[in-house]
């Protein structure tokens, strides 16, 4: 099997720097068996035409990439509706449906509806839980918490954290488990069904929810005169004060966190010490939107599949990244990455481009750049 390894004798190979993705040292076939065709150049070929001809992209458009040659027609609509979705502002961004959409990739019978119709039967029977409860965060939060943990039986996969299945919505559901970030998305689509508005905390290595400590309108009633109504917050909306926003750990069972207990909870779960450089500040604790949920969600599942060697699946995350922040340096360089591990040169050549051209003093630079020279060898050679 020809590998990467062995480059051209012109060229000698810097070793792949911390941090940077794959292939190196990696032979380059091993991610082949998700392409039905032998050869390299006419897969090339009709993955970029099929590509063009569905969106109507010019053929040196990099922002839109196929990623299986069997899926290619499923993977394309599929990821148009994800496009779709994410380029509505950011409040308006339904994060159940664009995850769900993610899944959808792995999964091509998946009904991206019926995820959703799951979650709004279970925020039905939850709802009917509150009767009677005060509509204050403290006392709603222990009915949500013993409603998702006792009775629906949703727990964290702590015995294989790495489980691609632990990101995808649909497995969750079905598995009633699931990692940080997708436990925290049922957690918080089910307060929203109650009228308890939460919104993602990204700390580091770790995700929580946040909501306010005030009271807040019930959800079958309207607001008070003058105030907005519960559908109206969002993340850029919330202005209280650090002392009155409540944290929840939904990878814990919904443990409820008040202010420095989240600093002190990461830094011993993660072994921080007092003389450690600073990790943590109140940005990372700040609330965050749905695009930055999403980005966390398909961030954990591409490292997940680098770690595997599943050049395939990766770079259907990379793509999705990058669909959600095209001008990222980092994420086009991951793409591009994954598409030359997969022998689709011309289509990794701009993204790897684009990196170089936007980080020229990056630490895997030089790395990247003799990616780029070997591509160009390669393209000159056939």
């Known amino acids: 099997v020809a590998s990467r390894m062995f ?7 810097p070793t792949r720097p911390h941090g940077t993705p794959p292939p190196f040292p990696r032979p380059r076939q091993c991610c082949l068996h998700m392409l039905q065709a032998p050869n390299k150049s006419n897969t090339e070929t009709k993955l970029t035409r099929i590509f063009v001809a569905a969106q109507g992209a010019a053929a040196d458009d990099t922002a839109q990439l196929p990623v299986f040659d069997n899926w290619s027609a499923h993977v394309l609509k599929t990821r148009e509706e994800f496009r779709d979705e994410i380029t509505k502002p950011d409040d308006a961004v339904c994060v159940v449906r664009a995850a769900a959409l993610v899944a959808k990739e792995q999964y091509p019978a998946l ?11 279970l925020g039905c029977a939850l709802r009917a839980r509150m009767q009677g409860i005060p509509r204050y965060p403290l006392k709603m939060i222990p009915v949500v918490n013993d409603y998702m943990f006792n009775v629906l039986g949703f727990a964290a996969n702590t015995a294989d954290f790495d489980d691609p299945r632990n990101s995808f919505m649909n497995q969750v559901l079905e598995r009633r488990t699931g990692n940080t970030i997708t436990l925290a998305i049922v957690y918080m689509e089910l307060a929203k069904r109650i009228g308890l508005p939460m919104f993602g905390a990204a700390a580091p290595r770790h995700f929580l929810l946040r909501t306010r400590s005030r009271p807040v309108p019930d959800a079958a009633t309207p607001a008070p005169h003058g105030l907005p109504p519960v559908a109206a917050a969002s993340p850029a909306s919330s202005e209280a004060e650090s002392d009155s926003e409540i944290f929840v750990d939904a990878f814990n069972k919904g443990e409820v966190l008040y202010g420095w207990d ?10 921080w010490f007092p003389n450690d450089p600073p990790l943590m500040n109140s940005a990372h604790l700040a609330p965050i939107g749905a695009k930055a949920i999403l980005r966390r969600l398909l961030n954990n599942l591409k490292l997940i599949y680098f770690a595997r060697a599943d050049s395939s699946r990766a770079l259907a995350m990379c793509h999705d990244l990058v669909l959600l922040d095209p001008t990222c340096a980092e994420l086009r360089r991951d793409r591009g990455l994954s598409l030359y591990d997969l022998e689709m040169d011309s289509l990794a050549q701009p993204d790897l481009e684009m ?3 936007s980080c020229p003093h990056a630490h895997d630079a030089a790395y990247v750049m003799e990616v780029l020279r070997s591509i160009r060898i390669d393209r000159r050679g056939t």
Do not use: C, F
């Open 262 to 271: 989240v600093y002190r909870k990461l830094g011993a779960l993660y072994h």
């Open 111 to 121: 009904n991206v509806d019926h995820v959703i119709d799951e979650l709004d039967g």
């Open 7 to 13: 480059a051209p004798p012109a060229i000698l190979r």
């Open 355 to 357: 990196y170089v051209q």
